[in-house]
Nanobody, 127 residues
């Protein structure tokens, strides 16, 4: 079993920035496709950004040019740098990694399977 713990959420004015972190209880990021998802109230969960096995990254159109996903394998940590935030970015943000029972999701040009999910961190952007 792997635990994923997100942090870094908060409330920020439109145009501001936040950096989310997701730390895994063991090293599962190094050779896996991992990603950030978000879910706003009343909306379906959507993939935001993913980083593949080779290090390639992919983003949802709505965040391209504003969000950057990265990982630090030595720290077992996945990051999401979010710049120029907009009110429509308000959501609960989750990190995801492959697990024993996966479901597939496509984020931009990457299709990966995810079975481990964090508990989420809330991002609120006010105008």
């Amino acid at each position: 079993q792997v635990q994923l713990v997100e942090s870094g959420g908060g409330s920020v004015q439109a145009g501001g920035s936040l950096r989310l972190s997701c730390t895994a209880s063991r090293n599962i990021f190094r050779s896996a496709c991992v990603a950030w998802f978000r879910q706003a109230p009343g909306k379906e969960r959507e993939g935001v950004a993913a980083v593949g096995v080779t290090g390639s990254t992919s983003y949802a159109d709505s965040v391209k040019g504003r969000f950057t996903i990265s990982r630090d394998n030595a720290k077992n940590t996945l990051y999401l740098q979010m710049n120029n935030l907009k009110p429509e970015d308000t959501a609960m943000y989750y990190c995801a990694a492959p697990g024993p029972q996966n479901s597939a999701a496509t984020i931009g040009t990457l299709t990966c399977a995810f079975g481990y999910w964090g508990q989420g961190t809330q991002v609120t952007v006010f105008s």
